[in-house]
């Protein structure tokens, strides 16, 4: 599993990338930093093809009116980050059907011990007791068939979903293994800076929007008061120095993020904030955070107060992602031995 985000390759064959983001509502700052910003970076070395993951995200219960509204706010939002559909393939999962049909068949190609292994599921299953759903359990599934279906080479994710890409190679080389090569076996991309942000209530957990306490995570949308509000409330430790060490989980994370943010090293924000408090040093960091987002803030407001364009795009990434797609399932299935429609 490579480490490190390069950003040149050979100019012969572009490698293709894909990844996907669910649509929750609260798209944070973990989210950003460990994801949508390096998808950014990549567009123009890489062939990508990104996707909101709506059918993802109602493994937990979804009230209709606000799952609409988040669907769309995500897909402005992302675009607002910086990707660009006239580079990259930008579509919705849910309107694309061949992502159902194949994780259909690639459930019949994973065991029930390896989904059981999942740390995911363990966690989502103890966090929503009354609704441990069939479809928790085979998430993996259908985010192994969203990958696999675009042949993708690379996956650009954060930490946390590494064993989900394990599980997704482990799913490609067992049906090549009987088939024959069908599937593109993918390496994941985590990058060295800011794939696990922490969250800034309990720093040994990751930043998470499905934490309850509203202080632990930062959303890109966040008012720049409450982005300071929450640093300013960050926990830290009893020393006072902001350097990077054991047992300082909180200033670890945020050196991280300001690391990740502003592209400086660990050692020259400990130069910089030598002599100084971590009071200084929780308010540098959120006003950091508050001049990353505060672009990404303006365009938002522009894209999804204008839903043709929106419309426009999403139905058009969903195009091109369905003749892509298609191809593969096609072959799949007719490896497996169903009869051609
Ligand atoms: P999701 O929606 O939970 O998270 C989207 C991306 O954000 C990263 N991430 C983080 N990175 C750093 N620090 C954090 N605290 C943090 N929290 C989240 C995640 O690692 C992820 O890259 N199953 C996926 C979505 C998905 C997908 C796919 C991803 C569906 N199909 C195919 C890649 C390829 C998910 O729920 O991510």
Request: with cysteine; hydrophobic share 35%.
């Amino acid at each position: 599993m490579s480490e490190e985000i390069k950003t040149t390759q050979t100019p012969e064959k572009k490698k293709r990338i894909f990844s996907a983001i669910q649509p929750s509502g609260t798209i944070t700052l973990g989210n950003y930093i460990g994801a949508l910003r390096n998808w950014v970076k990549l567009q123009d070395d890489y062939e990508c093809i990104f996707a909101v993951a709506d059918l993802h995200a109602i493994t937990v219960r979804q009230d209709p009116k606000i799952f609409k509204k988040n669907i769309l706010e995500a897909y402005a939002l992302f675009l607002a980050c910086g990707i660009d559909t006239s580079k990259s393939m930008f579509f919705i999962q849910s309107h694309v059907h061949t992502h159902a049909e194949l994780a259909w068949i690639l459930n019949c190609y994973t065991q029930f011990g390896e989904l059981s292994r999942m740390t995911q599921f363990k966690d989502k299953s103890s966090k929503h007791a009354d609704n441990v759903n069939a479809g928790l359990f085979t998430y993996p599934s259908l985010m192994a068939a969203d990958i696999l279906l675009y042949q993708a080479d690379l996956v650009p994710i954060g930490a946390d979903q590494k064993q989900h890409l394990e599980l997704a190679r482990n799913i490609a080389d067992r049906f090549n293994g009987i088939y024959g090569k069908t599937f593109t076996v993918p390496d994941g991309y985590i990058p060295k800076v800011g794939a696990r942000i922490r969250s800034l209530q309990d720093p040994t957990k990751k930043m998470s929007k499905s934490d309850e306490n509203v202080n632990s995570w930062v959303a890109i949308l966040d008012k720049p008061e409450t982005i300071m509000k929450k640093f300013k409330r960050a926990v830290t430790d009893s020393e006072s120095r902001v350097c990077v060490g054991e047992g300082k989980d909180g200033i670890n994370n945020l050196i991280g993020i300001m690391s990740a943010v502003t592209g400086k090293t660990a050692e020259s924000i400990t130069a910089e904030f030598e002599g100084k408090g971590y009071g200084d040093f929780k308010t540098a960091v959120g006003e950091a955070v508050v001049e990353e987002v505060r672009p990404i803030q303006e365009r938002f407001e522009q894209y999804i107060n204008d839903k043709a364009y929106l419309e426009e795009q999403y139905r058009k990434g969903a195009e091109f992602a369905l003749n892509i797609s298609r191809r593969t399932l096609d072959k799949a299935m007719k490896k497996i031995g169903y009869l051609p429609k």
